[in-house]
C-alpha cells in the first residue's frame, strides 16, 4: 500500500465499490483496468486532501521564489521599467570582493550557529536529563530555551548594551580586573564578527539543547542501565550512548542552525549593520541593502537565488550524511 | 510499496504545482511592476486656489521625529477645516528603504518626505513636477535650498532641473561646546580658524579631556566629515560631486586634506576612543550628560545637548580654513514633496506654500529646524538662541551645502559609514578612503 492509499484508505470507498462492480460486469481481462483507474482517482482525492497546504504553500513560497529568480535576470532599481540583462547579475555576484567577504563570515557564522551551540545543548542536554525529575531542572531547561523565544530584533537591542563600551561585559572585565581587556566589541575590526556570532550561540544553544532533551528521552533507559552494569561512568555513558543515539537530533539540529548562520540578518543588522567597515557583512545585509537602499534589484534577487541555492546543497548534504548507518 | 505509483503520485503532485503555479504567473501580468512612462507628473496649468466647499484627504508620509510634521499638520488643518490631514509615520532608517515602494504604490501618499534614494522616482515619474505652482506661489523668495530638491529627467543630478517640493525646516551642523570645561581648561572660543579648533582640541586632551565626542558605530563621523569637507573644498566641487554631477570627483586634494585632518583627529586621540563602537545617539547623550568638550553635530542636537547641559552649553560654527573667511556648513533639512498620484494637487500645493509663513515659522522652530522664513522665527535664548544666531550667520554667507551623502548615490550612506570606519580604524588611509567613495559614485554615474 502506498502512502496516498493508506491516507484517504476510506473516504473514496463508494466510487471504487461501483468501479469494482463495472468491472465485475465485463470480461476479466479487462479486469486490471478499473482497478488503476480507481486507484489514480484516489490519488486525485489526496491531492485534494493536500490543497489547503499546497496552495498557500505555492502562491506564498513557491511563486515568490519564482518571481525572486525572473527578476534577477532583469537590472531593475524597483520604481522604473526593467531591462533584460540575462545572467549578467550572476556575473557581477561571482567577482564582487564584498560578496567573498559576506560569504566567509557567514562561513565563520556557521562556527558560532552550529558548532558551539550543538556541542553546548549536547552537554547541558546530557545534564539535565540525568537529573531529570530533580527540583529546578524545569527551571533550568526554561532559562536555557528563554533566548529561543525573544524576538531577535530585541535580542540585538539587548547585547547592544552589553557590548557597548561601558556595558555589563566590560564592567565584569573591569570588576575582576581584566580592565586592560575591554574594548567597543560591536566597532572592534577583530572582535564585531566574533561578538555577534556569541549572540547567535546564545540562541540557539536552548534550542539544540530542547531538540537533545527529547531525543534523549526517546532512548531506552534500559541500555543507560545495562552501560552501568559494566561499570560505565557518566562521561562513557555519554560518548558510547547519548551521542551515537542522538544521530537524528544532530541532523535537525545542524540543519536549523546552518540555515540560521547562512541566512542571518536581523542580528547583525540591529548590532553592527554590517561595520566596521565591511567586518560583519553577510549575505543578507548585503541583499538588503542592495534591494532597498541602492535600488539594485536584480542583483540582490540574483544573490538571494543563490543563496537559497548554497542552503539546499548545504541542508540536502547534511541530511544525506546523517542518514548513513554509523 | 511499488515504485510506480509513488513516483506516478509525485509526478502528478509536481505538475500540479506547477499548474497552479502557472496559472497564477499568468494571472499577474505585472511580473516587474515598473512605472509605466504614461502617468501625468506634470502639474500643468494650475492656481493658488483651493476648494473650500470640498471634503478633502490628505495623506502625509514622513520620517520627521520632531514636532514639526505633527505641528505643521495641526495647523493646517485648523486653517483649512475641510480638508483632513492623515499623517503616516514611520522611523527614519525605515522610511528610507522603505518609501520607494510606498511611493510606486497605488495608494500613495499625497505628500511624503524627500530623503536620499527617491531620485528613482523621477525617471519612473512617480514625483509631480512643481514648477507652475512654485511660480504661481512664488516659492523662489519664500524657500532658501530649493536646489536640493530640484532634478534632473533622470533624477541622478540634483540642482538642475524641474522643483519638486520645498523644504520647510533647514537643519545644519556646527560645533556644541560644554562651557564649563571649555573656562575650566581656558580655552577661548570660538576660534577663528580650523588651526585654532584643533588647538583646542589639543589644549582639552592634554588636559585628559575626550576633545570631540563622537560615534561612528552608525557612521556619527560623518558630521566631522562633511564639515570639513565644507570648509576645505570649493562649493563648485562639493556641490557638482554630492549632488551626482557627471564625471565629477572627490579624490580631489582639498578633500585629501579634509579627510586626513579627521583621521589626525582620530589618531592623535582627540576623538571618543574606540569611536567605531559607539553610536551616534549615544555620543550626543553622553555629551549632554557632560562627558567631553566638543561635539560637531546638527540643530537637531540642540534641544538634547541644553536639556543636559542648561546654561552650560554653547554653540559656534565650523570656523573657516582662514581668518575671516567665509561660514561654510552642511545641512539638509525636512523636504516635503508630492506624489504623481495625488488627486488633490491644489490642495497639496497650499500645504507647501503653508509651510514658508510666519505661522508655520513658529512651529518649526519650536522643533529646532530653522524656518525658510528666518525673520519669522520667535528669537529665543539660551543654547537655541545661539544656534539661531549661527543659522543667520550661515544664511548671510550662503554657506549651507548639502551632505554629500544624500544625493551623490543612492548606496552613498552605507559606503560613507563603512569608509569612515575604514579610515577610523586605521585600516584604510585618506586617499583610500576617497578612493573608495569614488568607486561607489561612479558605479552610480556610469
Same mark, same amino acid.
Given at each position: 500500500?502506498?502512502t496516498?492509499?493508506?491516507?484517504t484508505?476510506?473516504? *473514496?470507498?463508494?466510487g471504487?465499490?461501483?468501479?469494482v462492480?463495472?468491472g465485475?460486469?465485463?470480461?476479466a481481462?479487462?479486469h486490471?483496468?478499473p482497478?488503476r483507474?480507481?486507484r489514480?482517482?484516489?490519488?486525485a482525492v489526496a491531492?485534494?486532501y493536500?490543497l489547503?497546504?499546497?496552495?498557500?504553500?505555492?502562491?506564498?513560497?513557491?511563486l *515568490?521564489?519564482?518571481?525572486t529568480?525572473y527578476l534577477?535576470?532583469f537590472?531593475w532599481?524597483?520604481?522604473?521599467l *526593467?531591462s533584460?540583462?540575462g545572467?549578467?547579475?550572476?556575473?557581477?555576484i561571482v567577482?564582487?570582493?564584498q560578496l567573498r567577504?559576506?560569504?566567509?563570515?557567514?562561513?565563520?557564522l556557521?562556527?558560532?550557529? /552550529?558548532?558551539?551551540?550543538?556541542?553546548?545543548?549536547?552537554?547541558?542536554?546530557?545534564?539535565?536529563?540525568?537529573?531529570a525529575g530533580?527540583r529546578?531542572t524545569?527551571?533550568?531547561?526554561?532559562?536555557?530555551?528563554?533566548?529561543q523565544?525573544?524576538?531577535l530584533?530585541?535580542v540585538?537591542?539587548l547585547?547592544?548594551?552589553v557590548y557597548?563600551?561601558d556595558?555589563?561585559?566590560?564592567?565584569?572585565?573591569r570588576?575582576?580586573?581584566l580592565g586592560?581587556l575591554?574594548?567597543?566589541w560591536?566597532?572592534?575590526?577583530t572582535?564585531?564578527l566574533?561578538a555577534?556570532?556569541l549572540?547567535?550561540?546564545?540562541?540557539v544553544s536552548?534550542l539544540c539543547?530542547v531538540?537533545f532533551?527529547?531525543?534523549t528521552q526517546?532512548?531506552?533507559p534500559?541500555i543507560?542501565?545495562?552501560?552501568?552494569m559494566d561499570?560505565?561512568?557518566p562521561?562513557r555513558e555519554f560518548?558510547?550512548i547519548?551521542?551515537?543515539?542522538?544521530?537524528?537530533?544532530?541532523?535537525v539540529a545542524?540543519?536549523i542552525t546552518?540555515?540560521?548562520?547562512?541566512?542571518?540578518?536581523?542580528?547583525?543588522?540591529?548590532?553592527t549593520?554590517?561595520?566596521?567597515?565591511?567586518?560583519t557583512?553577510?549575505?543578507?545585509i548585503?541583499?538588503?541593502?542592495l534591494?532597498?537602499?541602492?535600488?539594485?534589484?536584480?542583483v540582490?534577487?540574483?544573490l538571494?537565488i543563490v543563496?537559497?541555492v548554497v542552503i539546499?546543497?548545504a541542508?540536502?548534504?547534511?541530511?544525506?550524511? /546523517?542518514r548513513?548507518?554509523? | 510499496?511499488s515504485?510506480?505509483?509513488?513516483s506516478?503520485?509525485r509526478r502528478t503532485f509536481?505538475? &500540479?504545482?506547477?499548474? @497552479?503555479g502557472a496559472?497564477?504567473?499568468?494571472?499577474?501580468?505585472?511580473?516587474?511592476?515598473g512605472a509605466s512612462?504614461?502617468?501625468k507628473?506634470?502639474?500643468?496649468? @494650475?492656481?493658488?486656489?483651493?476648494?473650500?466647499?470640498?471634503?478633502?484627504?490628505?495623506?502625509v508620509?514622513? =520620517?520627521?521625529?520632531t514636532t514639526?510634521?505633527?505641528?505643521?499638520?495641526a495647523a493646517f488643518r485648523?486653517k483649512?477645516p475641510?480638508i483632513?490631514v492623515? +499623517?503616516?509615520y514611520t522611523g527614519?532608517d525605515?522610511?528610507?528603504?522603505?518609501?520607494?515602494t510606498?511611493?510606486s &504604490?497605488d495608494?500613495a501618499?499625497?505628500?511624503a518626505q !524627500?530623503t536620499?534614494?527617491? $531620485?528613482?522616482l523621477?525617471?519612473? +515619474?512617480?514625483?509631480?513636477?512643481?514648477?507652475?505652482?512654485g511660480k504661481a506661489?512664488?516659492?523662489?523668495?519664500k524657500f532658501?535650498?530649493?536646489d536640493?530638491?530640484?532634478?534632473?529627467?533622470?533624477?541622478k543630478?540634483v540642482?538642475?532641473g524641474?522643483l519638486?517640493?520645498?523644504g520647510?525646516?533647514?537643519?545644519f551642523e556646527?560645533?556644541y561646546?560644554?562651557?564649563?570645561?571649555? $573656562?575650566?581648561l581656558?580655552?577661548t572660543?570660538?576660534?577663528?580658524t580650523?588651526?585654532?579648533l584643533?588647538?583646542?582640541f589639543?589644549?582639552?586632551k592634554a588636559?585628559g579631556e575626550t576633545a570631540?565626542v563622537?560615534?561612528?558605530l552608525?557612521?556619527?563621523?560623518n558630521? =566631522?566629515?562633511?564639515?570639513l569637507?565644507?570648509a576645505?573644498?570649493t562649493?563648485?566641487d +562639493?556641490?557638482?560631486?554630492?549632488?551626482?554631477?557627471?564625471?565629477?570627483t572627490?579624490?580631489?586634494?582639498?578633500?585629501?586634506?579634509?579627510a586626513?585632518?579627521?583621521k589626525r583627529?582620530v589618531?592623535?586621540?582627540?576623538?571618543?576612543?574606540?569611536?567605531n563602537?559607539?553610536?551616534d545617539?549615544?555620543a550626543?547623550a553622553a555629551?549632554?550628560?557632560?562627558e567631553?568638550? !566638543?561635539r560637531?553635530s546638527?540643530n537637531?542636537?540642540?534641544a538634547?545637548?541644553?536639556?543636559?547641559l542648561?546654561e552650560?552649553?554653547?554653540y !559656534?560654527?565650523m570656523?573657516?580654513?582662514t581668518?575671516g573667511?567665509k561660514? +561654510?556648513?552642511?545641512g539638509?533639512?525636512?523636504y516635503?514633496?508630492v506624489?504623481s498620484?495625488?488627486?488633490?494637487?491644489?490642495?497639496?500645493?497650499a500645504f507647501l506654500?503653508f509651510?514658508a509663513? =510666519?505661522? &508655520?515659522? &513658529?512651529i518649526?522652530a519650536?522643533a529646532?529646524?530653522m524656518?525658510?522664513?528666518a525673520?519669522?522665527?520667535?528669537?529665543?535664548?539660551g543654547?537655541?538662541?545661539?544656534?539661531?544666531q549661527?543659522?543667520?550667520?550661515?544664511?548671510k554667507d550662503?554657506g549651507l551645502?548639502p551632505?554629500i551623502?544624500?544625493?551623490s548615490?543612492?548606496t552613498m550612506g552605507?559606503t560613507?559609514t563603512?569608509?569612515? $570606519?575604514?579610515?577610523a580604524?586605521?585600516?584604510a588611509? =585618506?586617499?583610500k !578612503?576617497?578612493a573608495g567613495?569614488?568607486?561607489?559614485?561612479?558605479n552610480?554615474?556610469?
Open positions: 500500500m502506498t496516498a492509499d493508506r491516507l484508505g476510506p473516504a *473514496p470507498a463508494p471504487a465499490q461501483s468501479r462492480e463495472r465485475a460486469g465485463g470480461t481481462r479487462k486490471p483496468r482497478a483507474s480507481g489514480r482517482r484516489r490519488r491531492l485534494l493536500l489547503p497546504a499546497l496552495l498557500p504553500y505555492t502562491l506564498f513560497a513557491v *515568490p521564489l519564482l518571481h529568480a534577477s535576470l537590472d532599481d524597483g520604481v522604473t *526593467p533584460f540583462v545572467l549578467d547579475n550572476y556575473g557581477r567577482t564582487d570582493p567577504a559576506a560569504a566567509w563570515h557567514a562561513g565563520a556557521i562556527l558560532f550557529f /552550529s558548532v558551539l551551540p550543538i556541542c553546548l545543548g549536547l552537554v547541558s542536554a546530557a545534564i539535565v536529563s540525568r537529573r530533580r529546578g524545569t527551571l533550568v531547561r526554561t532559562v536555557l530555551f528563554l533566548p523565544v525573544i524576538p530584533v530585541a540585538g537591542i547585547w547592544r548594551w557597548a563600551e556595558g555589563t561585559l566590560n564592567q565584569a572585565l570588576a575582576i580586573g586592560g575591554t574594548d567597543a560591536l566597532g572592534s575590526f572582535w564585531a566574533p555577534v556570532g549572540i547567535g550561540s546564545w540562541v536552548g539543547m531538540l532533551l527529547s531525543g526517546r532512548i531506552d534500559e543507560y542501565e545495562a552501560a552501568r561499570g560505565a561512568g562521561v560518548t558510547a547519548t551521542v551515537p543515539l542522538l544521530r537524528p537530533e544532530f541532523a545542524l540543519s546552518v540555515i540560521a548562520a547562512l541566512s542571518s540578518f536581523d542580528l547583525i543588522y540591529i548590532t549593520g554590517g561595520g566596521p567597515g565591511n567586518s557583512v553577510v549575505p543578507g548585503l541583499i538588503y541593502r534591494a532597498f537602499g541602492g535600488g539594485a534589484v536584480g540582490a534577487s540574483a538571494a543563496l537559497t539546499s546543497i541542508v540536502l548534504v547534511i541530511n544525506r550524511l /546523517s548513513e548507518a554509523p | 510499496m515504485p510506480s505509483p509513488s506516478l503520485s509536481l505538475t &500540479a504545482t506547477g499548474a @497552479v496559472a497564477a504567473l499568468t494571472a499577474c501580468s505585472d511580473l516587474t511592476p512612462s504614461s502617468e507628473s506634470s502639474s500643468g496649468p @494650475v492656481s493658488t486656489a483651493i476648494p473650500a466647499d470640498e471634503k478633502i484627504t490628505l495623506v508620509a514622513d =520620517a520627521d521625529d514639526m510634521t505633527p505641528g505643521l499638520i485648523e483649512h475641510n483632513t492623515k +499623517r503616516n527614519w525605515d522610511y528610507l528603504k522603505s518609501i520607494n510606498t511611493m &504604490a495608494s501618499p499625497d505628500i !524627500f536620499s534614494g527617491m $531620485q528613482n523621477v525617471p519612473g +515619474r512617480l514625483l509631480l513636477k512643481v514648477g507652475e505652482y506661489y512664488g516659492w523662489a523668495e532658501p535650498g530649493l536640493q530638491i530640484t532634478l534632473t529627467p533622470d533624477g543630478t540642482g538642475t524641474d519638486y517640493g520645498v520647510a525646516g533647514l537643519s556646527g560645533v561646546y560644554n562651557k564649563a570645561k571649555a $573656562q575650566k581656558g580655552l572660543v570660538p576660534p577663528a580650523l588651526d585654532e584643533e588647538a583646542l589639543a589644549k582639552a588636559a570631540l563622537a560615534g561612528n552608525d557612521g556619527g563621523l558630521h =566631522a566629515f562633511n564639515v569637507l565644507s576645505y573644498l562649493p563648485k +562639493r556641490e557638482a560631486w554630492a549632488y551626482g554631477h557627471q564625471s565629477a572627490i579624490v580631489l586634494p582639498e578633500a585629501e586634506k579634509a586626513e585632518t579627521l583627529w589618531d592623535k586621540g582627540y576623538v571618543t576612543p574606540k569611536v563602537g559607539v553610536s545617539n549615544d550626543t555629551f549632554a550628560k557632560g567631553g568638550v !566638543f560637531i546638527g537637531w542636537a540642540a538634547a545637548v541644553a536639556e543636559g542648561g552650560g552649553a554653547g !559656534f560654527n570656523p573657516p580654513v581668518s573667511g561660514v +561654510r556648513t552642511t539638509a533639512g525636512v516635503y514633496c506624489s498620484k495625488s488627486k488633490n494637487a491644489a490642495a497639496v500645493a506654500d509651510t509663513g =510666519a505661522e &508655520a515659522a &513658529a518649526t519650536k529646532g529646524f524656518a525658510p522664513d525673520g519669522a522665527m520667535p528669537s529665543q535664548s543654547l537655541l538662541g545661539d544656534v539661531q549661527g543659522w543667520q550667520t550661515v544664511v550662503a551645502q551632505f551623502q544624500n544625493s548615490s543612492p552605507d560613507l563603512t569608509q569612515l $570606519q575604514l579610515l580604524g586605521g585600516k588611509t =585618506a586617499g !578612503f576617497l567613495l569614488q568607486t561607489d559614485f561612479e552610480y554615474h556610469k
